[in-house]
Nanobody, 117 residues
């Protein structure tokens, strides 16, 4: 069993920046993919960004050039730096770990990101 604990998030004005982090503990398997989905009430979860333990990255088209994902393998921790935030980025952001970006096996509790003036 892998436990994921998220931190960061909050309220920011349009054009601002936020960073969310996620630390994995327990039986962390390798190879793995860690990353973030986000969800707005009433909608399906949307894949945002992922990173493998080898450093391979994926970004949704809507965040390319604005978001940067990174990881510290020694600490089993990932970070998502979000710049130039838009109102449409408002959502609950969920960290995950899995064997692929489309097969999450564990989820974090979610952290709210609100972009509003």
């Amino acid at each position: 069993q892998v436990q994921l604990v998220e931190s960061g998030g909050g309220l920011v004005q349009p054009g601002g920046s936020l960073r969310v982090s996620c630390a994995a503990s327990g039986s962390v398997f390798r190879p793995n993919v860690m990353g973030w989905y986000r969800q707005v009430p009433g909608n399906q979860r949307e894949l945002v960004a992922t990173i493998t333990n080898g450093g391979g990255m994926y970004y949704a088209d809507s965040v390319i050039g604005r978001f940067t994902i990174s990881r510290d393998n020694a600490k089993n921790t990932i970070h998502l730096q979000m710049n130039s935030l838009e109102r449409s980025d408002t959502a609950v952001y969920y960290c995950f770990i899995g064997s692929s970006r489309w097969s999450p096996s564990s989820w974090g509790q979610g952290t709210q990101v609100t972009v509003s003036s």
